[in-house]
């Protein structure tokens, strides 16, 4: 159903010339100075199907330009989805997360692993997942028809490497993803019960990086690292 | 550069689609309609979804939906908001408590849905003696960006009270939720000792108890409500009919099933509007940043005696009232005096009444002696006009460096400070890609060929496996599959015309098939022979052995003299498969 919804929103967007024009006008304005602009005009080429983490890295930059840094850092955490190696997106992350007032600490242990596993696209791992099992699956086939040593030594290695392209692939897709992580846009109290009236249980920053639990009408139930759970307006978080 | 944007944060961000709706009245007469107005902004492509069926009410768009378009201009930044109000009729049919489910509605490629309704539908406005209700709003139009109140009192007569015979009250007030075109302010809770609460809107909300007050002649047990907003757009802003009501015991209840007498008393507030002007372009000063209000501020920092690159606190609190939540502090690395400080980072609190700001900065030579006054510009609503508040600038003694000590190697500090411009610049997009899906079903298909490649080695290994493992049931089985196919081909044969030349045909296969099961002796070795006596000499049972001798005689007949009909032939095939087959399944060994 989600697939034939998506392919009804491609149909119905612009074609894919008239997206890059958009694209080609929002980095000409950019260049001019006009970030205003240019953020209205990355933004409509999103909405016209079109992403990217060159996208949303030019979006941050305008973001950015425009002085509103909470967002700026949402769509820099965007664009490491895409881009998870690239310096450049690193480098404003650094950048925005010091302008909302957030230092950036030494990496610990669990922050080094962490970068690991998220050093590569899903794209990157589905490819690498697939040219694994094709790897794997020849060389079983090989040793079928003309069984030797070393095609059984380099069908365990393939199926090695296949168990790990599959663990990563399976962390991205049901570890990665299942926790939505947002972006505070700005400060917000963070309430006990999804209603205005509920109790205060903490402020959150703009440019503070939360977990998304849940969403009940326009409220969203966040985790804040170290400092627990609570409700808030869903405009006040970007999901990264 | 900075206020029009904290301005255009308080208003819906362009793009960004959201979906309100309010429904007026709340409560109504029998007779009387309410509209639900249903607002759709930033997005053009609305589809509204099927209305609910509400017993008891009739629901019914009025019209195609009103559009509206709204373009503001601030300080070079233009923002366009397009609007879609969609009106629905509701009609009671009876007097009663009535919700109005959520609706769905598609815009902008997403689904929302509106916020659930309650509509109270009486008989008559009867109680306007008993209670009172005032609903008041600021006294003159107010400035986009200022805070303003909404305050409603309300009190049943204190006779009626004293009595007990009051029960239920009920606020109907929608601008209580939200206000459109304004933000509305958390609300700080009433203290304990006053706190009451009652049905605000069809929730439970609490109210401040203030006591008797007298209206005219008349005493009343009064509560208060109140709610304060900031102004996002320049125009004019509706407040909706307010009503209150509660329920007059006239025969309490004795129990369970009896809940007694009571009729439903009302009185009402009428509507108004706030008018909001926007701020004036004339005289804005330098570094405004959105604050409206009446503030005063302070500055602190400590140490005062520090090193050149020691980092040292400044805070900065903005006391007053006005929107402090909304308002931008300065931004002191741009702001001119600061030249000589290096800023690290700063944090933001926000307390009753105050706003603070601790900037974390560091001395960048000794000559940065004093923290200059830090201006804080704001507009004053009462009197119309721009203000500037000042800190007072504090004294520093900045020691050098000690020699051979350099600045970016100082301890304690949390990492390199940011340079003005030390964004990565934005880069062109040379390639435009659909935003990423699911899995694309060629991926699934992808992954599915090598093992079935795999699977595919695996039944050929197996295959062979067989065939070295018994090569005469091998070769027996690749016999009686050979010569099922030419059968199958005989059998097409024998519908149309040639019976002579088709019997041929089948002697041939079947001595086909004798010599490939031996494996010993071509198809020529199985002809004119005693097949009876060489299938005897290869262990055959003797009766399938006569078989095929009498099967092969009969074909030789058939070809030869010609003495067979299309349906013997037919039946001479027959016999030669069923022959094949019993010598397949029960055939002697060799």
Same mark, same amino acid.
């Given at each position: 159903? #989600?697939?034939?919804?998506?392919? &009804?929103l491609?149909l119905?967007a612009?074609?894919?010339?008239?997206t890059?024009?958009?694209?080609?006008?929002?980095?000409?304005?950019?260049?001019?100075?006009?970030?205003?602009?240019?953020?209205?005009l990355?933004?409509?080429?999103?909405?016209?199907?079109?992403d990217?983490?060159e996208?949303?890295?030019?979006?941050? #930059? &305008?973001?950015?330009?425009?002085? #509103?840094?909470?967002?700026?850092?949402?769509?820099?955490?965007r664009?490491?989805?895409y881009?998870?190696?690239?310096?450049?997106?690193?480098? #404003?992350?650094?950048?925005?997360?010091?302008?909302?007032?957030?230092?950036?600490?030494?990496?610990?242990l669990?922050?080094?692993?962490?970068?690991?596993?998220?050093?590569?696209?899903r794209?990157?791992?589905?490819?690498?997942?697939l040219?694994?099992?094709?790897?794997?699956?020849?060389?079983?086939?090989?040793?079928c028809?003309?069984?030797?040593?070393?095609?059984r030594?380099?069908s365990a290695?393939?199926?090695?490497?296949? =168990?790990? &392209?599959?663990?990563?692939?399976?962390?991205?897709?049901?570890v990665?993803?299942?926790?939505r992580r947002?972006?505070?846009?700005?400060?917000?109290?963070?309430?006990s019960?999804?209603?205005?009236?509920?109790?205060?249980? =903490?402020?959150?920053?703009?440019?503070?990086?939360?977990r998304?639990?849940?969403?009940?009408g326009?409220w969203?139930?966040?985790?804040a690292?170290?400092?627990?759970m609570?409700?808030?307006?869903?405009?006040t978080?970007e999901?990264? | 550069?900075?206020?029009?944007?904290?301005?255009?944060?308080l208003s819906?961000?362009?793009?960004?689609?959201?979906v309100s709706?309010?429904?007026?009245?709340?409560?109504? $007469?029998?007779?009387?309609?309410?509209?639900?107005?249903?607002r759709?902004?930033g997005a053009?492509?609305?589809?509204?979804?099927?209305?609910?069926?509400?017993?008891g009410?009739?629901?019914?768009?009025?019209?195609?939906?009103?559009?509206?378009?709204?373009?503001?201009?601030?300080?070079?930044?233009?923002?366009?908001?397009?609007?879609?109000?969609?009106? +629905?009729?509701?009609?009671?049919?009876?007097?009663?408590?009535?919700?109005?489910?959520?609706?769905?509605?598609?815009?902008?490629?997403?689904?929302?849905?509106?916020?659930?309704?309650?509509?109270?539908?009486?008989r008559?406005?009867?109680?306007?003696?008993?209670?009172?209700?005032?609903?008041?709003?600021?006294?003159?139009p107010?400035?986009?960006?200022?805070v303003?109140?909404?305050e409603?009192?309300?009190? %049943?007569?204190?006779? +009626?009270?004293? *009595?007990?015979? !009051?029960s239920?009250?009920?606020?109907?007030?929608?601008?209580?939720?939200?206000?459109?075109?304004?933000?509305?302010?958390?609300?700080?809770?009433?203290?304990? @000792?006053?706190?009451?609460?009652?049905?605000l809107?069809?929730?439970?909300?609490?109210?401040?108890?203030?006591? *008797?007050?007298?209206?005219g002649?008349?005493?009343?047990?009064?509560?208060?409500?109140?709610a304060?907003?900031?102004?996002?757009?320049?125009?004019?802003?509706?407040?909706?009919?307010?009503?209150?009501?509660? $329920?007059?015991?006239?025969?309490?209840?004795?129990?369970?099933?009896?809940?007694?007498?009571?009729?439903?008393?009302?009185a009402?507030?009428p509507?108004?509007?706030?008018?909001?002007k926007d701020?004036?372009?004339?005289?804005?000063?330098?570094?405004?940043?959105?604050a409206?209000?009446?503030?005063?501020?302070?500055?602190?920092a400590?140490?005062? @005696?520090v090193?050149?690159?020691?980092?040292?606190?400044?805070?900065?609190t +903005?006391?007053?009232?006005?929107?402090?939540?909304?308002?931008?502090p300065?931004?002191?690395?741009?702001?001119?005096?600061f030249?000589?400080?290096?800023?690290?980072?700063r944090?933001?609190?926000?307390?009753?009444?105050?706003?603070?700001?601790?900037?974390?900065?560091?001395?960048?030579?000794?000559?940065?002696?004093?923290?200059?006054?830090?201006?804080?510009?704001?507009?004053?609503?009462? *009197?119309?006009?721009?203000r500037? *508040?000042?800190?007072?600038?504090?004294?520093?003694r900045?020691?050098?460096?000690?020699?051979?000590?350099?600045?970016a190697?100082?301890?304690?500090t949390?990492?390199?400070?940011?340079? $003005?411009?030390?964004?990565?610049?934005?880069?062109?997009v040379?390639?435009?890609?659909? !935003?990423?899906?699911?899995f694309?079903?060629?991926?699934?298909l992808?992954?599915a060929?090598?093992?079935?490649?795999?699977?595919?080695?695996?039944?050929?290994?197996?295959?062979?496996?067989?065939?070295?493992?018994?090569?005469?049931?091998?070769?027996r089985?690749?016999?009686?599959?050979?010569?099922?196919?030419?059968?199958?081909?005989?059998?097409?044969?024998?519908?149309?015309?040639?019976v002579?030349?088709? /019997?041929?045909?089948?002697a041939?296969?079947?001595a086909?098939?004798?010599?490939d099961r031996d494996?010993?002796?071509?198809?020529? !070795?199985w %002809?004119?022979?005693?097949?009876?006596?060489?299938?005897?000499?290869?262990?055959?049972?003797?009766?399938?052995?006569?078989g095929?001798?009498?099967?092969?005689?009969? /074909?030789?007949?058939a070809?030869?003299?010609?003495a067979?009909?299309?349906?013997?032939?037919r039946?001479?095939?027959?016999?030669?498969?069923e022959?094949?087959?019993?010598?397949?399944?029960?055939?002697?060994?060799?």
């Amino acid at each position: 159903m #989600n697939g034939f919804l998506g392919a &009804c929103l491609l149909l119905l967007a612009p074609p894919r010339e008239e997206t890059g024009q958009l694209l080609e006008q929002a980095f000409a304005r950019y260049r001019a100075g006009e970030y205003a602009v240019a953020r209205d005009l990355y933004r409509e080429a999103i909405r016209s199907g079109a992403d990217g983490g060159e996208i949303r890295y030019d979006l941050g #930059n &305008c973001e950015a330009r425009t002085g #509103n840094w909470a967002a700026a850092l949402a769509q820099y955490r965007r664009a490491q989805a895409y881009l998870p190696r690239d310096a450049d997106v690193r480098h #404003n992350v650094d950048v925005a997360r010091r302008k909302l007032g957030f230092a950036t600490p030494p990496p610990g242990l669990t922050d080094t692993l962490e970068g690991l596993l998220s050093a590569f696209t899903r794209r990157e791992l589905l490819g690498a997942s697939l040219a694994a099992e094709a790897l794997f699956f020849g060389l079983l086939a090989l040793q079928c028809l003309r069984p030797s040593r070393a095609a059984r030594g380099l069908s365990a290695g393939a199926g090695v490497g296949l =168990f790990l &392209c599959l663990g990563l692939l399976g962390h991205e897709l049901f570890v990665r993803s299942a926790r939505r992580r947002a972006v505070v846009l700005a400060e917000t109290p963070a309430r006990s019960e999804p209603r205005r009236e509920r109790e205060e249980l =903490f402020r959150l920053r703009p440019g503070e990086e939360v977990r998304i639990l849940d969403s009940e009408g326009e409220w969203v139930r966040i985790e804040a690292r170290g400092r627990g759970m609570g409700w808030l307006p869903s405009g006040t978080v970007e999901s990264v | 550069m900075i206020a029009p944007l904290i301005l255009l944060l308080l208003s819906p961000h362009q793009g960004e689609v959201t979906v309100s709706s309010e429904v007026e009245p709340t409560v109504l $007469k029998l007779g009387d309609d309410a509209l639900l107005r249903i607002r759709v902004s930033g997005a053009e492509d609305v589809e509204l979804g099927p209305l609910p069926e509400v017993k008891g009410l009739a629901l019914r768009r009025t019209a195609p939906p009103s559009r509206s378009e709204r373009i503001q201009i601030y300080g070079g930044v233009r923002s366009r908001s397009v609007s879609l109000v969609y009106a +629905i009729r509701a009609t009671p049919e009876a007097e009663g408590e009535y919700d109005i489910p959520p609706i769905r509605v598609t815009a902008g490629g997403r689904t929302f849905e509106t916020k659930p309704r309650h509509l109270t539908v009486v008989r008559d406005f009867r109680g306007a003696s008993l209670a009172f209700l005032d609903v008041v709003g600021p006294k003159r139009p107010v400035w986009r960006g200022e805070v303003f109140r909404i305050e409603a009192t309300f009190g %049943i007569r204190e006779d +009626i009270v004293q *009595a007990g015979t !009051a029960s239920d009250p009920a606020l109907r007030a929608a601008w209580a939720d939200e206000l459109r075109d304004a933000v509305r302010l958390e609300a700080s809770q009433p203290s304990p @000792d006053v706190a009451q609460r009652i049905d605000l809107n069809g929730r439970a909300g609490l109210v401040s108890r203030i006591g *008797a007050v007298r209206r005219g002649n008349a005493g009343f047990v009064a509560w208060r409500l109140a709610a304060s907003f900031v102004a996002s757009f320049e125009g004019r802003i509706l407040v909706g009919k307010s009503f209150f009501a509660f $329920k007059h015991i006239l025969r309490p209840g004795f129990g369970l099933f009896d809940e007694g007498e009571r009729e439903p008393m009302f009185a009402d507030a009428p509507g108004f509007e706030v008018e909001v002007k926007d701020l004036p372009e004339e005289g804005k000063p330098e570094g405004f940043g959105g604050a409206v209000g009446n503030f005063r501020v302070e500055a602190s920092a400590s140490p005062r @005696d520090v090193k050149v690159g020691e980092s040292l606190r400044l805070v900065f609190t +903005i006391v007053g009232e006005g929107n402090l939540e909304f308002l931008e502090p300065p931004d002191l690395e741009r702001a001119g005096g600061f030249e000589r400080f290096r800023f690290f980072g700063r944090l933001e609190e926000k307390g009753e009444g105050k706003r603070q700001v601790v900037y974390d900065l560091a001395p960048l030579g000794e000559d940065a002696t004093a923290i200059p006054s830090i201006l804080f510009p704001f507009f004053d609503p009462e *009197a119309g006009t721009y203000r500037t *508040a000042k800190t007072d600038s504090i004294p520093l003694r900045v020691r050098p460096l000690p020699p051979g000590e350099r600045l970016a190697e100082l301890p304690g500090t949390p990492g390199p400070a940011v340079a $003005k411009d030390d964004l990565r610049d934005a880069k062109p997009v040379f390639s435009v890609r659909p !935003a990423p899906g699911g899995f694309r079903p060629s991926q699934g298909l992808a992954a599915a060929v090598p093992p079935s490649l795999w699977l595919g080695a695996l039944l050929l290994r197996e295959r062979r496996r067989r065939r070295e493992r018994d090569p005469v049931g091998w070769r027996r089985r690749r016999a009686a599959s050979a010569f099922r196919s030419r059968a199958s081909l005989l059998r097409a044969k024998f519908g149309g015309a040639g019976v002579p030349g088709a /019997c041929a045909e089948l002697a041939a296969a079947v001595a086909a098939y004798l010599a490939d099961r031996d494996g010993r002796s071509a198809p020529e !070795a199985w %002809i004119g022979v005693d097949v009876a006596g060489l299938l005897r000499e290869r262990g055959e049972p003797e009766e399938i052995a006569r078989g095929f001798d009498a099967l092969l005689a009969a /074909c030789d007949r058939a070809t030869f003299a010609g003495a067979v009909d299309r349906g013997e032939a037919r039946a001479l095939l027959e016999r030669a498969v069923e022959l094949v087959a019993r010598l397949e399944r029960g055939g002697g060994r060799r």
